[in-house]
């Protein structure tokens, strides 16, 4: 599954990145950046449940 992040809803409050940091993380500017676009068998689940906690709803999963 491919993670998709809507960036223009994003406001990058690092909840994904204490679920995935695996995955997400701010960069310097307190920026959202990807670390990977897809998923793995050991992340899913963390992935998921960043996916679920995003305030804003900025992040997907899609085949």
Same mark, same amino acid.
Do not use: G, H, W
């Given at each position: ?5 809507? /960036? ?6 690092? +909840? !994904?990145?204490? +679920?995935?940091?695996?995955? /997400?993380? +701010?960069?310097?500017?307190?920026? +959202? ?20 906690? !995003? ?9």
């Amino acid at each position: 599954m491919k993670i998709k992040v809507d /960036f223009d809803l994003c406001e990058s409050n690092a +909840l !994904c990145e204490a +679920l995935a940091p695996d995955v /997400f993380e +701010l960069d310097d500017d307190d920026y +959202l950046q990807l670390k990977t676009e897809e998923t793995t068998p050991d992340n899913i689940e963390a992935v998921k449940r960043a996916v679920a906690a !995003c305030p804003r709803a900025a992040i997907s999963l899609e085949d």
